[in-house]
């Protein structure tokens, strides 16, 4: 019987996991420079991870300003399939340990799953209690997430490659990143590895398993039974007000053991009818609204994408892809009039395409 990692560094398996990291990318050079050289790519990846050798190479960073600033951090290719064979090996194993509401990098947990269900908890009335963590990735203290891949991960040599990949991601957000103390800290403190780029699936898939202890926390210590979240954006309901104040102190004190901070001020209790922004809606019980600025965001980059399409910089394929995907996210919340506005024609028509 083969072990974990000798599953994870079969040539089957990486040429699965290179079908996975290819999706949707067919275009990029890096992909196709790899395609060409399959086999041969592959075999070099056993060799070097039976081998010990792997080492992943730099990455590739830029800013993307859509709704904030963030710094992307993209791996070459050939690591992006080592991502992908490392988490489809060790994904059954944490699946099992999330909680049901944990929503992002899971499959059937999308972003509308998750408004749904936020929507489903809205209806049973009260008020929420909506939370985010500041500077969530370039927080993520690397002893910590070790621990807790060392918890459910058996094979050492699973783990070898999961600190090999972690390290790679050390001091890539330390620009992102201020300094925050926390009890029993010392000087040596500042200088403890942290940081998960934003772009690689291990980075989504380890932030589930980063918070994770704190999903249990708030369902098992505080029951709650109405509370979901999506990445660092979390939410609890109740019918009583002051519980949940009681409970956004007790989550604040539970963070210091994950070496993180809530955005205190912008975690509000509020009553359920004033409505929930999250996720780019604001949530009501029996409707939900695009927030504001999604649409102007989506209706700048598509005036640009349009005169591009006059200047014969983009083709019409790609014009219609843009509207059509960002149709169909807007077509989760009671948006037919602003669709129409922007986009200046039938939305239905337009999905029927």
């Known amino acids: 019987m083969q072990t974990l990692f000798e599953t994870l560094s079969s040539f089957r398996h990486l040429h699965m996991s290179f079908r996975a990291a290819r999706k949707g990318k067919r275009a990029q050079s890096s992909v196709a420079a790899f395609e060409r050289n399959l086999e041969e790519e592959l075999l070099r990846l056993e060799d070097e991870l039976r081998a010990k050798t792997y080492r992943p190479g730099p990455y590739r960073s830029f800013y993307r300003t859509e709704a904030k600033r963030r710094l992307i951090s993209a791996a070459p290719f050939r690591d992006r399939v080592v991502h992908h064979a490392l988490i489809a090996i060790i994904e059954p194993l944490f699946e099992r340990r999330f909680i049901f509401d944990s929503y992002a990098n899971r499959k059937g947990k999308g972003t509308h799953r998750a408004l749904d269900r936020c929507t489903h908890f809205l209806r049973a009335g009260g008020y929420s209690l909506q939370c985010d963590i500041r500077q969530f990735f370039p927080s993520i203290d690397h002893a910590i997430l070790m621990r807790e891949l060392n918890r459910v991960i058996s094979d050492q040599e699973v783990i070898s490659l999961c600190e090999r990949i972690l390290e790679t991601g050390q001091g890539v957000l330390d620009e992102m990143y201020e300094m925050r103390w926390f009890p029993g800290d010392n000087l040596l403190s500042a200088a403890r590895p942290r940081g998960l780029p934003l772009g690689n699936l291990t980075s989504q898939f380890w932030a589930n398993v980063y918070l994770n202890p704190l999903d249990h926390f708030i369902k098992r210590s505080l029951k709650c039974t109405r509370y979901l979240r999506y990445v660092d954006d979390f939410v609890l309901f109740s019918e009583d007000k002051a519980q949940l104040h009681q409970w956004k102190s007790e989550i604040i004190l539970f963070l210091d053991n994950l070496r993180l901070t809530l955005h205190e001020t912008a975690a509000p209790v509020r009553p359920v009818p004033e409505g929930l922004p999250f996720l780019g809606f604001i949530l009501y019980p029996n409707y939900r609204r695009l927030k504001p600025r999604t649409g102007h965001a989506f209706r700048r980059r598509f005036g640009t994408l ?48």
């Open 306 to 353: 349009i005169r591009q399409y006059q200047c014969g910089q983009v083709d019409l394929p790609r014009l219609t892809a843009s509207a059509q995907g960002w149709a169909a996210h807007a077509n989760h919340g009671d948006t037919y009039g602003l669709r129409r506005l922007i986009l200046g024609v039938n939305p239905i028509r337009l999905m029927e395409r």
